[in-house]
Each structure stands twice: as C-alpha cells, then as structure tokens.
C-alpha cells in the first residue's frame, strides 16, 4: 500500500493542496506579529491564577459553562435579552458559523472584503463554502457599490466584516456596514467580528436589537488573554440557539473557562493596559511618520499598517535584528510593500524604530 495513494484516495484535493497555517517559533525576537497584549499580569495575580487553576477538576469533562457565559453578556456590553456562544477563540466561531450555514443541496457563499483576516477563507473552504473576497478601495475603504452588488449578485448566507479590519487597520463607514445589512435583508448575515474593539473602542453591539441578521463575535485574545483561546459572539438567541447545534461538546476547556473568569475579575487591569497601548498607538504611528520613505495609515486596532519602498528587504533585514513583524506585501495587491507591526511596550516600540531607522538606512 502507497501512503501517497492512501491520501489520493482520502483527502480532499483542496486540503491536500493548501499549507498549514504556520506559526513562527519567536525564540530570541521581539514579537511583534500577532497582535498580543505584551503585558502579562504582576506576580501576585499569576499566583492567584495558579491557585484557581489548580482547584479546577480536570479529570471531568468540563461543566457548562451557562455562568460564564452569563458573565461575559454582562461585563462586555452584551445587550439585556441577548445571549453568548463561547468558542476556543473566534476562529472556531468562524468555523462553527461556516458549517452551519454551508449546504448539500447548493453552494453557500461566504463574501468578505479582501484583504481581509485570512480564516474567514480558510473556514469557508473547509465547510464547503464558495468564498467571495470583494476588494477594498485604495484607501481600504469598503467598496460599497462592489459590495452591494456582489451581495444582490451571490446571495452570501454569511458577510464577514472585521471591525477594524485587519490586517488594514481602519474601520468601515457606519453608514456602509448599514446597507450592507439592510440589503442582505433576511437571505444573509452579517458578522461583525469586532477583535480588536477593546482599541477600537466602537462597537455594533449595542445596535444587536435593531438587526435580526447581525452577529458581532469577539475575543479575548487581543485583551491580553491570546493563550486561554476565548471567543465569543452574540445574536438573535434564535440564531445562537442554531450555531449552538453545531458547536462541538465541551469546546471551552476547564482550565480556559477558570482563566477567563479569573479574567472578569480583573476586568480593570485589562483595559488599563489596552488604554496604554492606544496611548502607545499614538506615539509609534507618529514615530513612523517622521521617517522619511515610510507611510503609516490610520489604525483604530493594536496594530499599525505602514508601506515602506521594498518590503520584503525592509522584513529581513528587521529579523536580522531579531524583531519579528508580518510582511504582508504578497497578500494582496493593495497590500504591496506593506508590513504589519504589533503595538508593545515603549521599550519594544523602541526597539522596533531604531532597527527600522537602521534597517531603512543600510
Ligand atoms: N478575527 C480577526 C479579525 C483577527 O485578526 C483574529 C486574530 N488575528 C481573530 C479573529 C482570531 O481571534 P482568536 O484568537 O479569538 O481566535
């Protein structure tokens, strides 16, 4: 028997054929490219984390977690009558959202702006979703008739509209994301997927109530909480009540579920580190745009989007420096020449300029 034919015969061509999703080993660098919260907690706070972490019964499947989930519509702006799912971070939300709207008996669509967060494709792919990517404007702007005519054109059961964008950064008109949901009408939804609200600090959650076909996901992931692997997304109960069918048993982990409640109990310290890293927004994106040859466009989340003359030169010599950031030049045409930075403490942010200065001058 042939391994290569065994997986011929078994595994679908298009799984066969894309890579993983890579993530790269950030030994020895700065970690500037996944939009962490670099400030982990003081050490009186890790130890009480560690005390109710080891009190948690993981010789048991995990509990329900009604309660937790009680407490996050009610400390993160969940409006009254409107519940939440809880996902092993958003990108499982994704998928949860794409299986159950993919069909056997057509294709489903699942239309997004491009470029845009990368597994809105992948989850469409992998469910059996067609994937529409509407391009953005050169400002990154929604393409609003492009997109209104692609929706009246392809019927998508699922728009997704990061809010703020990434890898782009800004935030769509209101008025835009509001036709957009008027004319999916009651044939589509639209998701909201509001990641990077906490530096954002706008949000459609508290319109839920106006739009039976809105769904705002979040995470905790950017608040500071990326390890525990903690999304979660509200709507109509009747619709949350339909993806809650497909979402796997027991997805939120026990020693997640105690982390995140840990989490609402300090709710404050989070969001004084996410104000500081606005703050520290501010300042880097002035920083950069004092450099000659470098453009850095407007960002609501905790990321800055610049354009250099040669990007990928620009990466490398930056790794030689052990600072690691995202080159996003080959993504999408928009994107040519530009690269995405992490906002850190002023120490990294630093750290970062003077090899970017260095890296731009040799
Ligand atoms: N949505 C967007 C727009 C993102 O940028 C990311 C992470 N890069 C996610 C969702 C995934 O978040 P999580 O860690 O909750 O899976």
Redesign the pocket.
């Given at each position: 028997m042939s391994l290569e034919s065994l997986i011929g015969n078994t595994i679908r061509p298009d799984v066969r054929e894309v890579k993983s999703y890579h993530v790269q080993d950030p030994s020895g660098y700065i970690k500037l490219d996944?939009?962490e919260n670099p400030y982990h907690l003081h050490q009186a706070l890790r130890q009480e984390l560690g005390q109710r972490l080891a009190d948690v019964a993981i010789n048991r499947y995990p509990p329900s977690y009604d309660g937790l989930r009680r407490r996050i519509a009610a400390s993160l702006g969940v409006p009254a009558g409107y519940d939440v799912l809880l996902g092993n971070?958003?990108?499982e939300l994704i998928s949860i959202m794409a299986t159950a709207c993919a069909r056997q008996d057509r294709r489903a669509v699942l239309l997004a702006p491009v470029p845009a967060?990368v597994?809105f494709q992948r989850s469409a792919q992998f469910a059996g979703m067609d994937f529409v990517g509407v391009p953005l404007n050169d400002d990154f702007s929604l393409d609003l008739p492009a997109m209104l005519a692609a929706i009246a054109e392809h019927k998508p059961a699922l728009v997704f509209l990061?809010y703020p964008n990434?890898p782009t950064g800004n935030l769509f008109d209101t008025a835009a994301v509001e036709q957009i949901l008027a004319a999916l009408g009651d044939t589509g939804l639209a998701v909201l997927?509001e990641?990077?609200e906490p530096f954002a600090q706008q949000s459609f959650m508290p319109r839920l109530p106006e739009f039976d076909n809105l769904i705002v996901m979040r995470?905790l992931?950017k608040l500071g909480l990326?390890g525990i692997?903690l999304?979660y997304m509200s709507a109509a109960p009747a619709l949350l009540a339909e993806f809650d069918k497909v979402r796997p048993p027991y997805n939120v982990n026990v020693m997640t579920q105690a982390a995140a409640e840990f989490a609402l109990d300090h709710l404050d310290i989070l969001n004084e580190q996410a104000a500081l890293l606005r703050q520290q927004r501010t300042e880097l994106s002035q920083a950069l745009a004092a450099l000659p040859g470098v453009t850095v466009y407007p960002s609501a989340a905790n990321f800055i989007l610049i354009r250099v003359a040669d990007a990928d030169t620009t990466h490398t010599k930056l790794l030689a420096h052990k600072i690691l950031i995202k080159n996003l030049s080959k993504m999408h045409s928009v994107l040519t020449n530009c690269l995405r930075i992490t906002v850190s403490t002023p120490e990294e942010n630093a750290a970062f300029l003077d090899a970017l200065k260095a890296s731009l001058a040799d």
């Amino acid at each position: 028997m042939s391994l290569e034919s065994l997986i011929g015969n078994t595994i679908r061509p298009d799984v066969r054929e894309v890579k993983s999703y890579h993530v790269q080993d950030p030994s020895g660098y700065i970690k500037l490219d996944a939009m962490e919260n670099p400030y982990h907690l003081h050490q009186a706070l890790r130890q009480e984390l560690g005390q109710r972490l080891a009190d948690v019964a993981i010789n048991r499947y995990p509990p329900s977690y009604d309660g937790l989930r009680r407490r996050i519509a009610a400390s993160l702006g969940v409006p009254a009558g409107y519940d939440v799912l809880l996902g092993n971070g958003s990108d499982e939300l994704i998928s949860i959202m794409a299986t159950a709207c993919a069909r056997q008996d057509r294709r489903a669509v699942l239309l997004a702006p491009v470029p845009a967060f990368v597994m809105f494709q992948r989850s469409a792919q992998f469910a059996g979703m067609d994937f529409v990517g509407v391009p953005l404007n050169d400002d990154f702007s929604l393409d609003l008739p492009a997109m209104l005519a692609a929706i009246a054109e392809h019927k998508p059961a699922l728009v997704f509209l990061a809010y703020p964008n990434n890898p782009t950064g800004n935030l769509f008109d209101t008025a835009a994301v509001e036709q957009i949901l008027a004319a999916l009408g009651d044939t589509g939804l639209a998701v909201l997927d509001e990641a990077y609200e906490p530096f954002a600090q706008q949000s459609f959650m508290p319109r839920l109530p106006e739009f039976d076909n809105l769904i705002v996901m979040r995470t905790l992931s950017k608040l500071g909480l990326a390890g525990i692997r903690l999304g979660y997304m509200s709507a109509a109960p009747a619709l949350l009540a339909e993806f809650d069918k497909v979402r796997p048993p027991y997805n939120v982990n026990v020693m997640t579920q105690a982390a995140a409640e840990f989490a609402l109990d300090h709710l404050d310290i989070l969001n004084e580190q996410a104000a500081l890293l606005r703050q520290q927004r501010t300042e880097l994106s002035q920083a950069l745009a004092a450099l000659p040859g470098v453009t850095v466009y407007p960002s609501a989340a905790n990321f800055i989007l610049i354009r250099v003359a040669d990007a990928d030169t620009t990466h490398t010599k930056l790794l030689a420096h052990k600072i690691l950031i995202k080159n996003l030049s080959k993504m999408h045409s928009v994107l040519t020449n530009c690269l995405r930075i992490t906002v850190s403490t002023p120490e990294e942010n630093a750290a970062f300029l003077d090899a970017l200065k260095a890296s731009l001058a040799d």
